[in-house]
């Protein structure tokens, strides 16, 4: 049973992309066939973080239009073999989608993935309604801080108002992924914390990726987090998250950096 | 026969009563005017039957022959004229209804039942409490003007509540609430969790900045006593 999961957010720059690359490669891992869409049409950027960026030829808005087929658009992953991407266009805008094209990509997809990935933009307008219009389930991408929690809790209105599911009476299946959490900064307080941000979105946790250059230096390289670095913070967090919705029971814990022990005995410089 | 006859007199009494009725005042070209009609007898059909009509010529100038000829015209319609006003009498034969004078303007009340279908059924009575399950997000706006709104769950920072009675809020308030928008004075608000952004009761308001911070994350209710909004804990 093929399920349509949205990463979404509202607000831009929370980590999306990130999330939507780091989670589709964790499933792939784990055997499953996945496709990633890049929805942000005109500021496509999976691509990029997926390392695919050479090898586009036709894209989303082509399929939508009847240009190219489906089979022509999708690109396979170098690393997983069971790993797809359908890329964005970068020339048109997002007014070039329209509901039925999205509608007819994803009745196809679901006959040959296990897993679709819809990557939404930010904002509430035509891109990521049509982003979250057909999904199942929804990951909320959410960072530490007032605009970014209430964005989120925008988005589940939507969610439960806009999508094909919530028109016929269902529920899509919502998940919090709380990305760039700091422990640090969170007990001293400059951030919300994670029970504040459960008890505003009422919406069960996914996971937390912690805040770590590792993502940084994953996207620069072109390749989703859960493959460069297996063993970071990061990476470990969003293989938890990938499990959780498999339907596995993991607990939940923060994944914190791993410190030798020469940077345990020398942590911190003294003035 | 002859009994009756020679029965009492019985005596005609006259009494003056005034009705109302539609006015029409036709106007030149008459042919324009009376497509005017057609096109209002199409919208509504059989909108004039039954409806004692007056016809006012007192802007026109028509000749015996114009108003014979106005008159078939309107009963080819089958609007009937219960009488002309403004008019010289001797314009008018016996045939024609009889001119009226010392009208006087009113509000027609409409009456028409008979032109509807069947009487309906007697339609339930409007709910007037509105019951919401789960939190209202940023950005959703619930109207409910005939009456209470409760939420089980939170309200969210940027969503609002607007209702014409109370607002009972189980969980946070961090968005709008606005009671008693009809003019219900006695309208209040109560939840859980006071976080509000504005609180309203019949117009009179209070923003996040002016609602006393100890008051801040606990229960309580707004209401208003005259002119001043009240906002006290509930336990």
Redesign the interface.
Known sequence: MAKVLVVTSGKGGVGKTTSTAALGAALAQSGASVVVIDFDVGLRNLDLVMGAERRVVFDLINVVHGVAKLQQALIRDKRLENLWLLPASQTRDKDALTDEGVGRIIAELRTKFDWILCDSPAG?ERGAMLAMRYADEAVIVTNPE?SSV??S??I???L?SKTVKAERGERVAKHVLITRYDPARAARGEMLSIDDIL??L?TPLLGIIPESQDVLRASNVGCPVTLNNVTSAPARAYVDAARRLMGETVDMTVPAERRGLMNRLLGRRAA | MGATAEAKRQLVRMRGRSYVAFVFAPEIPIVGWLEEIDATLARSPGFFVGKPVVLDLAALDLSRAAITHLLNNLEERSIRVLGIEGVEPEKLTTSMPPLLTGGRSCVITRTETRTEPAEKPESKPKPNSLLLD???????SIVFTDGDVTVL??V????EIVAGGSIHIYG?L?GRAMAGVNGNASARIYCQKIEAELLAIDGYYQTAEEIDVSLRNRPAQAWLQGDTMKITPLN
């Open positions: 509430i007032v209430r964005d809790d925008r589940i209105g939507m439960d008890e505003i009422a | 789960s939190p209202v997000r940023s950005g959703q769950g939170s969210g920072s940027g969503a946070t961090r």
